[in-house]
């Protein structure tokens, strides 16, 4: 029933686009400012990797992510240094515009998850929860954005490439 709501009702599509460009700003302001104001994640990687997450016991909780950033993430830090504030930008400018929305939020998810398993809590639970609601909506979430154009754009183009009705196909 709420996702009924939140896919379909249009009272819902206002209040997905007020969250939606909430979330929009904060990916895009943080991410400008990263690549504006020179950016090097290699001291936050070094402090997950030597300050883990640890459970109630004092065990590492997440020896699998602590191992991820010691052994690629830290040895390759000047592509982190890259993808982080870029990657921010183009989440939040999506979600600004209304543009490949479900995509951008998908992205802001997995980096507000790595954000989180890395030992950083600040405003990450609330921007999951409420990239949740957006990625429940779909394309609903879109709707007064680009979407409105871009969706039916790519599902006519693939249909006509691929053959096969999208809608039916995922149904």
């Known amino acids: ?3 009924k709501f939140l896919r379909e009702n249009k009272i819902a599509t206002a209040i997905l686009t007020v969250i ?3 979330l929009g700003y904060a990916w895009f302001t943080a991410g400008f400012h990263k690549i504006t104001g020179g950016f090097d994640a290699s001291g936050f990687l070094a402090n997950a990797v030597n300050n883990p997450v640890k459970g109630p016991d004092g065990n590492m909780v997440y020896s699998w992510y ?3 950033l010691e052994s690629f993430a830290l040895p390759n ?3 982190f ?3 982080v504030p870029w990657g921010e930008t183009l989440i939040g ?5 209304g543009c490949l929305t479900t995509a951008a939020i998908v992205f802001g998810l997995v980096m507000n998850f790595s954000f989180f398993l890395a030992g950083t809590v600040s405003h990450n639970p609330t921007d999951i929860f409420l990239g949740f609601i957006i990625l429940a909506a ?3 979430a879109g709707k007064y954005g680009l979407d409105r154009w871009v969706v039916p754009f790519i599902r006519k183009t693939a249909k006509t490439y691929v053959g096969k009705d999208i809608d039916k196909a995922a149904a």
């Open 1 to 3: 029933m709420f996702n």
């Open 20 to 22: 939606r460009l909430y």
């Open 66 to 68: 602590v191992n991820f």
């Open 77 to 79: 830090i000047d592509i």
């Open 81 to 83: 240094n890259f993808i």
């Open 93 to 97: 400018f999506g979600l600004l515009l």
């Open 138 to 140: 779909g394309f609903n």
